[in-house]
């Protein structure tokens, strides 16, 4: 079997033993399996259309041998459980973190029935998020143009990246940030970040299971990691921003839309 067939084990692996832990310790309450199945369900499809979308501009793949050979509009299918998987590790482990691991931490059930009982609604506009957006893309216009001019003169994968992570914070980051683990919050993002750049360095760059368009790119490369670029070490970083769509869901199962429904009009009187 092709080796970067054999490397997703790195994500499917776990995920597989924190599906059956969760199982068997039966830590979850229905509301927060419905909220971790629609999150799982969510990120898949997001992780298939963006995908889809933009591979082809942000990566290329150099060694053919390394996957099964079955393509999607010439991207292998092995990058789309790549992404697939990964989206699936990050919320697996904040769960397994959140529920079991930094349980102390976690806020109960009763909390998150109290707040959600007080909500006239649920989506509020976080506006220091689109701020933040906009800055972080404004200065990676500039930086690109400053030190890697060539190819397009837009950090296409950076600017992805701050798009997609900022959808979810723009929306939920008010709503969910005290109840957020913080502390399973940094643990995950520390182990993610650890396996995904040491995959990278000793396996996907050197091996060729994956390279990136370096005209996309910011500009900043690590050459004693291959010349790996700073958006590859972020990339993680920016996808821990699906926890507070799961967060966000948990708290919607909370809240009964009749009485939010009735709050709301009796406030308009």
Same mark, same amino acid.
């Given at each position: ?21 969760l ?14 199945l629609?999150?799982?369900?969510? !990120?898949?499809? *997001? ?5 889809? @979308? +933009?591979? %082809?501009?942000?990566? =290329? #793949?150099?060694?053919?041998?390394m ?19 990964g989206?699936?590790f ?15 931490y976690?806020?109960?059930d009763?909390?998150?029935?109290r ?25 990676g ?5 400053l030190i ?12 992805? !990246?701050?798009? *997609? ?5 723009? @929306? +939920?980051? %008010?709503?969910?940030? =005290? #109840?957020?683990n913080?502390?399973a ?9 650890l ?16 390279d ?15 010349n ?15 926890v ?5 869901l ?9 009485k ?8 308009s009187?």
């Amino acid at each position: 079997m092709p080796e970067y067939t054999i490397s997703l084990l790195i994500w499917i692996a776990p995920i597989i033993f924190f599906v059956l832990f969760l199982r068997i310790k039966k830590l979850l309450t229905v509301k927060k399996r419905r909220a971790l199945l629609i999150t799982v369900v969510v !990120l898949a499809s *997001v992780g298939i259309l963006l995908d889809l @979308l +933009f591979a %082809r501009y942000f990566f =290329r #793949f150099p060694d053919k041998t390394m996957v099964l050979g079955i393509m999607i509009t010439g991207i292998p299918v092995e990058e789309f459980v790549f992404y697939i998987t990964g989206f699936w590790f990050i919320i697996y482990l904040y769960i397994f973190c959140d529920e079991w691991f930094l349980l102390k931490y976690n806020p109960p059930d009763a909390v998150y029935a109290r707040y959600a009982s007080r909500l006239r609604r649920l989506i509020f506009i976080h506006k220091s998020s689109i701020v933040q957006a906009l800055v972080l893309i404004v200065g990676g216009i500039i930086l690109k143009n400053l030190i890697n001019p060539q190819g397009s003169p837009v950090p296409g994968y950076f600017i992805f !990246l701050v798009i *997609v992570a900022y959808v979810p914070s723009i @929306l +939920f980051f %008010r709503l969910t940030k =005290r #109840f957020i683990n913080w502390r399973a919050f940094f643990f995950t993002l520390l182990i993610t970040a650890l396996c995904s750049v040491i995959w990278e360095v000793t396996l996907a760059l050197p091996r060729g299971y994956w390279d990136y368009q370096h005209g996309q790119m910011l500009g900043i490369f690590i050459p004693v990691w291959h010349n790996l670029p700073l958006e590859a070490v972020t990339v993680w970083i920016f996808c821990m921003l699906v926890v507070l769509l799961y967060e966000f869901l948990k708290i919607s199962y909370f809240t009964d839309p009749a009485k939010r429904k009735k709050k709301a009009v009796k406030k308009s009187q």
